[in-house]
């Protein structure tokens, strides 16, 4: 009776929190038809459209959108067939404007083309600030601890975005309140970093309930929005096409000046044309960041679904590896970074690529055949879990897909079931999850000089494995949450790319922004 109504309870939270989810999902896509009908709206206000030529750029465009929208679909992982695709696309619409429009029609929309892009003017980045900018404060570690919250550089490197988070705190005087406080759209700016990519990483400030300051690593520039949209240059500087690395020092540890930001050259487009810019890839953020919400809450649930499980077991511990296939790269034959490919038919995953939130294979390596046949132990299978045993240990990914044949770096355990019968894959993914398991790792790398996991530590972790009936129980409470798990992650997988495709596009002013519907 009890684990019926700890079933139904279970359920009850998951549908909740899907609905909640499905409330706050983003609006509802365009069809073609109506991109369309909004394009010809646009050019017939431009262009004075006679009703023949709204009806025949209606039915074209209509038709170009649904093949630009299944070619999207079919390129979604191939950047180089989206980008000619683009191209395609820009260079058959202007043929079906000549041929549409009048001469003097055709003259007119090449002109506002061209007036457009002049309008990308560039400025010095320091035109655009409100105030001057300034760096932060320098707080010893001694006097820490109470006041104020205070942004560091941790929390800028681990949040893009930042809202009402934890973080140190730091006693002020009256006078560093006023100076070094962030306010709602306040840029900030890393002065400094061990590796020269991290020099100038941006982050925005998106709410602070609470006074907070920025400590002395950090500059802080607040822009005049009346003619600089704050978003739209965060955007901006996570650009490939982001001129930070113009002003980057090559030394110990690369840095930026506040003074040479602010002669930084930046494009500075129509301001309604940046709060669009900014709209379409925030859109894309969010969906984002409420399917890794959605994940959180699910997975705590399953957490809890397991300690449970777990509690209500009544046999002897049993040892981890006597369940599991465990190997890793061989040492010897671990990868130089020369040996990493730009693209080829089989993929690794290394330390950058199996994250805190699973595998990445937007950031997977490329390798040459020689190097993923060498090492057949660790040819990945669909079910396979990895666990990271260097450097950020306990890193968990589960291998929901396989495009191409892929394998691990050194520094990853691949772990395959081999008594499925007895013991679910997914109570073990979620196992190594788990507190429990975090404790077990935490117990094993303290005070290590260098934290590595033995994969003969790993084998030893003990558990009380639950009953048959119990475990089913387990896997059919968890199943539908399992699955939405790992269909948030995909989806995310393709939504970063979108992004991280449109985004130089959007910066360059190569995408008109108002033919976009995201």
Known sequence: MKKLVFLATTLLMFLAITVNAQQRGPRERMTPEQQATRTVERLTTELKLTDKQQADLKKWYTE???????????NRDNREAMRDQMKKDREAADAELKKVLTE???KTYKAN??????EWQQRKFGELYKVPSRNGLSKPSRVRGSGYKMINMGELFANDRIYDIDMELVPLTDSEKEKAKVESGDLLFARQSLIASGAGKCSIVMKTSELTVFESHLIRVRLDQEIADPMFYYYYFKSPRSPMRTIIEHCVQAGIKASDLEKLL?????IEEQRKTARVLSRIDKKIEVNKEINENLEQQIESILLKTIDNANTQPVKLGDYLYIKGRIGWKGLKKSEYLPISDYRIINGESLTLS?????????ISAERYEESPEIMLNIGDILLSKDGTIGKIGYVDKLEIPSSVASGIFVIRNTRQTEISTQFIYYLLKSRLFKAFITSRTEGSVIPHLYQKDFMEFEFQLPSPDDMKIFDDTTAAMFSMVFSNLNENERLIHLRDSLLPKLMSGAIDVSELDL
């Open 104 to 106: 003097e029609q055709y």
């Open 358 to 366: 699973g595998i990445d294979w937007n950031k997977a390596g490329y």
């Open 113 to 118: 083309e061209e007036k457009r892009m002049k």
């Open 266 to 270: 930046v494009k500075v487009p129509p």
């Open 64 to 74: 170009s959108f649904k093949k630009r929208e299944e070619a999207m679909q079919k």
